[in-house]
């Protein structure tokens, strides 16, 4: 049984896509993948003579992932430089005889084609950036419209142009941004602007899955995979994005053994469902976004390093409206057209409005501003939303998001906006907590997911007293 235990262990390290290594407890290396000879610049059977000390001190490897997971005991994951010049991302992990550490197994990628692709784009965003600083034209004849809405403030021009840009490739697109700068509308245009329009858009929010429907959801299932499954089986999210754009949003919320999953699709190209024995091919262009700090995420340990690395090709980073008040009137006359559209009135902004909607800061950005301009809307009994309207609506919701204290808006002297909104945010969940019977309760009474409602209470130190 050893000798074909051996023979399999030894195809898969001749056979892996990865660059493995295996390592005894006192660092020597007692077997590498073929591929390693041409990321860490030596034949097999130097680095086999060789010991993980050896290879980080001569800079053939820094720092040496063996070493870390020798000292710690635990799995390790760290950025690598090589002596060849490539970087890579490599991973360690701990194997473990008679209660003693043994071995250390470990896997790298090289992620140096990345790096170039990534290091080419941001080079090319800051020549065009430069360019429109120095009063030159956009350098595409087309129109610059998003949704029938015209760009003019020069921050989003260029998030237009880059998009555009990288519209008919099929790179892996990262948008970030505040919550509600737009960030889905801007993952529909690119994929209108791309060659898949044709082919689905699929947008799927990774906060309001719960984490045990998770795999279900994305991968499908074959018949009987589970109890309660559905007779004829299902095709998962990723099955039905074939041939089109997968749109990932909160991609931050995505639990750790799905980001896992989703990297091997990635690098892959295949989905096995559950229950079943057979890989599929699937075919997509991958957007994500997240209002998250990603890289602050892979250094909490809650995102892994090398998915993030794989996401983030083409970073876009949507501006927010208080920094781009140029779009406030095109934004607004839109939503005002799809209001008398949708409620069958034609009712005008009056000229007074202007002012009170230009000064605002718009914390929500546009989601808040599409809010606002239909609460305004609803509460205007004429045909005219005037100055009074609009500030009503500004003033009310300042004084829904915001305290009474004595100080400046509304806030007390010391106090941030980010104190503020939590505080606020804290007492209408403490109050629902004695009204509702569950969490579900509350998710379906704020609009947002249960996992999302469960987070904010644990933030809190809140729990469900009814």
């Keep these: ?48 003579a060789s010991t993980a000390q050896e290879l980080e001190q001569r800079g053939i490897l820094s720092p040496s992932v063996t070493l870390e997971v020798l000292r710690t005991g635990r799995p390790a994951q760290v950025m690598q430089n090589t002596g060849t010049g490539r970087r890579v991302i490599a991973e360690g992990y701990p194997v473990y005889w008679n209660g003693k550490l043994a071995r250390v197994i470990s896997r790298s990628r090289d992620l140096t084609d990345l790096q ?29 419209e998003l949704d029938n809405l015209e760009v003019r403030s020069s921050l989003l021009r260029e998030v237009v142009m880059l998009l555009k840009r990288v519209a008919s490739t099929d790179a892996t697109v990262m948008m970030l941004g505040e919550s509600g700068v737009g960030k889905t509308a801007f993952a529909h245009q690119l994929h209108r602007w791309s060659q898949r329009s044709r082919e689905p858009f ?8 719960p984490e045990t429907l998770f795999e279900s959801e994305m991968f499908g299932y074959q018949p009987g995979a589970f109890s309660g499954a559905a007779r004829q089986g299902k095709a998962g999210i990723l099955e039905q994005a074939q041939g089109g754009t997968l749109f990932l949003d909160e991609i931050g919320e995505l639990p750790l053994a799905m980001q896992t999953k989703l990297l091997k699709v990635i690098q892959d190209g295949s989905i096995t469902r559950l229950g079943d024995t057979r890989s599929r091919r699937v075919d997509f262009r991958l957007v994500v976004a997240t209002n998250r700090d990603l890289a602050q995420q892979v250094e909490e340990g809650s995102f892994r390093l090398d998915l993030y690395y794989r996401l983030n090709v083409i970073p876009v980073t949507i501006p927010p409206l208080r920094e781009r008040r140029e779009d406030i009137p095109s934004l607004v006359e839109l939503q005002l057209s799809r209001l008398n559209q949708r409620y069958g009135s034609q009712k005008i902004l009056h000229p007074s409005a202007w002012p009170e909607l230009m000064n605002n800061d718009w914390p929500g950005n546009v989601r808040e501003l599409e809010n606002w301009m239909e609460r305004s809307w609803l509460s205007t009994p004429g045909d005219q939303i005037g100055a009074s309207d609009s500030e009503m609506q500004v003033k009310a919701s300042r004084s829904a998001g915001l305290a009474e204290d004595e100080g400046v808006g509304g806030l007390a002297p010391d106090q941030s906006l980010k104190a503020a909104l939590e505080s606020y945010e804290r007492e209408i969940l403490a109050e629902l907590c004695q009204q509702l019977p569950s969490t579900y309760a509350l998710a379906k009474r704020l609009a947002i997911s249960q996992p999302s409602v469960v987070r904010k209470l644990q933030k809190y130190g809140l729990r469900i007293t009814r």
Excluded: W
Aim: charged share 20%; hydrophobic share 45%; glycine share 6%.
């Design 1 to 48: 049984m050893t000798d074909i235990n051996t023979k399999v262990l030894d195809t898969i390290i001749d056979t892996a896509y990865d660059h493995l290594f295996l390592t005894d407890a006192a660092g020597r290396v007692l077997q590498v993948s073929p591929g390693s000879a041409a990321v860490y610049g030596m034949s097999q059977d130097e680095l086999c």
């Design 116 to 144: 170039l692709l990534q290091d080419e784009y941001a080079l090319l965003q800051q020549r065009f950036s430069e360019h429109l600083k120095r009063g030159g034209a956009p350098l595409l004849d087309d129109a610059l």
């Design 202 to 209: 699929i947008d799927v929010n990774c906060a309001a899955i």
